[in-house]
């Protein structure tokens, strides 16, 4: 909602806080937007109080009376109440319907309310899940792309893994600390290291199934799939061919988008991946003793591109991120 918040239990006091951080913005070279600014004075009783005003830079900052403002669809003005914000809700939906009303037709009307209708039942069930600790987790991966399904998507895919896919989302998969919690087993330890075998143990964090190999499965799974798309990548450059640019006089044609990228700058790439057998890095390129994942090589251009997936819990995302870079 905003970038600065000063409380104080007087004016004065505010006035004289506000001095501080003006100075410290001229000294970097930058300053404050009154306009974008609100104040507001409450004296005992919780009432607003219109006869005081503060400045930044000789200019005003208008009180919440004069300019109400708005975060997260909701009103905040010097009533306070939250009745103000939902009849001002109301009133902007009404307006907007009769707008839609007015212009809009047939499947276009359609489509409009439908995604009204579906941001108010998403904005619901995600301030619903933000308070569950479990169940709501995936409201805290930040750094995660979220994964599009479509409904194509869903006939095609096998039941088991839509099952599979929609509790572990939601924390309700049958691990050792579920399982405990639910009263059907009698510890809620990882029956291979005896931590606590909670979710993202059992399927990311367990150091002895990581020392067994249990999860370099998903992750050769992941690098075969991206090795594929590089090697059909690879086919199709090697058959590209620039196109001439020339001028055309006339009505423009659609003009079909041809091939681009790092993998048409050079006919002689090499694709290692580190599959099956261990890959040795290229001695001529560097001497090391790490194994990328991914490396690809071209001797006549002298590039070489490196790729390192990693499959890690969405909570450790930087982490991982970090390791690899590193790396």
Request: net charge positive; proline share 5%.
């Amino acid at each position: 909602m905003d970038d600065l918040t000063v409380m104080t239990e007087s004016v004065p006091d505010c006035r004289w806080i506000l001095k501080g951080p003006e100075k410290l913005m001229k000294w970097v070279w930058m300053h404050f937007k009154p306009a974008k600014s609100r104040s507001m004075v409450l004296r005992k009783g919780g009432k607003v109080q219109e006869k005081f005003w503060f400045y930044m830079a000789g200019t005003a900052i208008p009180t919440i009376t004069e300019k109400p403002v708005k975060s997260l669809h909701k009103v905040y003005d010097s009533s306070l109440k939250d009745s103000t914000s939902i009849q001002s809700t109301y009133a902007e939906l009404d307006g907007w319907l009769k707008s839609m009303d007015k212009n809009t037709r047939g499947k276009e009307r359609q489509r409009l309310v439908q995604e009204e209708v579906r941001a108010a039942v998403e904005e619901a069930r995600s301030c619903k899940a933000v308070g569950m600790r479990h169940q709501g987790a995936w409201t805290r991966w930040l750094n995660a792309v979220e994964r599009k399904v479509t409904w194509t998507g869903i006939w095609k895919a096998e039941p088991h893994r839509i099952k599979f896919l929609i509790q572990a989302v939601y924390d309700v998969l049958p691990s050792p600390s579920n399982l405990h919690t639910w009263g059907i087993a009698e510890t809620p330890a990882c029956p291979l290291c005896s931590k606590r075998g909670n979710q993202a143990h059992i399927l990311s964090c367990c150091t002895t199934a990581l020392g067994e190999g249990r999860y370099r499965w998903r992750h050769d799974q992941v690098l075969k799939t991206i090795a594929e798309a590089i090697s059909t990548g690879l086919l199709q450059a090697k058959q590209f061919r620039p196109s001439k640019k020339t001028i055309t006089w006339g009505a423009s044609t659609p003009v079909k988008r041809s091939l681009a990228g790092i993998l048409t700058t050079a006919r002689d790439w090499q694709l290692l991946v580190d599959l099956e057998r261990q890959l040795k890095f290229p001695s001529h390129i560097a001497l090391t003793t790490l194994r990328p994942d991914i490396v690809l090589v071209s001797e006549s251009t002298k590039q070489a591109a490196l790729l390192e997936p990693k499959v890690p819990w969405e909570d450790h995302l930087e982490e991982a991120f970090e390791r690899k870079l590193s790396k």
